[in-house]
């Protein structure tokens, strides 16, 4: 513990000796679940406690919570940004995204957006199209994570089309309200990726990379911060937020 309070002493004083950055967090999240996992992916899980208290924070830090859909809003000059505002991403489209996550999200007033695998949609562990309709109905928006999340960095022009042009269709003519936004499998992206999600309809697109987001950032490479199993508790979460503002700090 006296190592990890000498790094946050350390990032402390290099975030108070930079400009204070501009925009806002996104924070990307795959389950909130106590089960056990396979070794490989335990690092996504993100017990039910530490998540209410992680939004605990969020809410005494005076964050509001936004979708992608209400972010394209203000940037069209629609509807204004809170005074704070955050996004909560959640990716894969795990069974406890509905079970587990999203009664806590409620509890506290929050919104999310999350993104699916639409071939795993009604597998063992995966959630169904009845619990994506009942998630819209309660204010998230559903987003695509492609059909079989496959990085589109490594296929070609006709087979990445595929990837993201059947995974919107295939959840738009299941009843879901229409799909604007992706989350790049594997957070790879490149700049050829955004004019293809133009032309297949969608309006923001999220990658891997740690910053801020401003209503002049790219729509088609808005950055996250990973939101990890925590080994240190809260603070390790405030440690992620942080890693957002050096990395816009710097950038």
Sequence with gaps: MRI???????????VCALPEPEGFPILEYHQVTDAPLDPDFEVYNVP??????QLDYLQAEGYTTITLKE???AVRGYKPLPAKPIILTFDDGYKENYTEMLPILEAHGMTAVVY?????????????????????RRGIEIGSHT????????????????QVRESKIY???SGLEPICSLSYPNGAFNSELEELLREEKYLTAVTGEAGLNTLETNPFELRRVHIRKPRFGLTEFKLRLWKAELFARFR
């Design 48 to 53: 039910p406690a530490e998540f209410a208290a």
């Design 147 to 162: 059909a079989d999340h496959i990085p589109l960095t490594e296929l070609d022009e006709t087979f990445r089309r595929r």
């Design 71 to 73: 972010f394209m809003h």
């Design 4 to 14: 990890l309070g000498g790094v946050i002493l350390i990032l402390a004083l290099i």
């Design 116 to 136: 699916v695998i639409t071939n795993t949609l009604g597998k063992a562990g995966y959630l169904t199209f009845d619990d994506l309709k009942d998630m819209q």
């Design 171 to 173: 959840l738009e003519w």
